[in-house]
Nanobody
Framework: QVQLAESGGGLVQPGGSLRLSCTLSGNIFSLNHMAWYRQTPGSQREWVAARTSGGATNYVDAVKGRFSISRDNAQNTVYLDMNDLKPEDTAVYYC???????????????WGQGTQVTVSS
């Protein structure tokens, strides 16, 4: 059975750093696409960063140069390293992993439960 666990949020002062983690456990054939989103109350969920299985990354302009998405292949874990955090980064952060259970199987999406990041002095 495939499960996803997300962790790493918390309270940090402006200019500080946090690392979010997202781990997919269970037997899968491949992890194809990884992404992080964030959402504030009353707003739509916003895409933040993405990484393909080939290692290509992309970021929303607001976090370029400050956030980094990476992957531990052996652990099927995806990270979001957030540096120079600003109050406007405050949100609930969600990971979304896209994977295949078997060769040629359909691509499945799995969302994390969300983790709160609060940037405040």
């Amino acid at each position: 059975q495939v499960q996803l666990a997300e962790s790493g949020g918390g309270l940090v002062q402006p200019g500080g750093s946090l690392r979010l983690s997202c781990t997919l456990s269970g037997n899968i054939f491949s992890l194809n696409h990884m992404a992080w989103y964030r959402q504030t109350p009353g707003s739509q969920r916003e895409w933040v960063a993405a990484r393909t299985s080939g290692g290509a990354t992309n970021y929303v302009d607001a976090v370029k140069g400050r956030f980094s998405i990476s992957r531990d292949n052996a652990q099927n874990t995806v990270y979001l390293d957030m540096n120079d955090l600003k109050p406007e980064d405050t949100a609930v952060y969600y990971c979304k992993l896209s994977y295949r259970l078997v060769v040629g199987g359909r691509l499945r999406d799995y969302w994390g439960q969300g983790t709160q990041v609060t940037v405040s002095s």
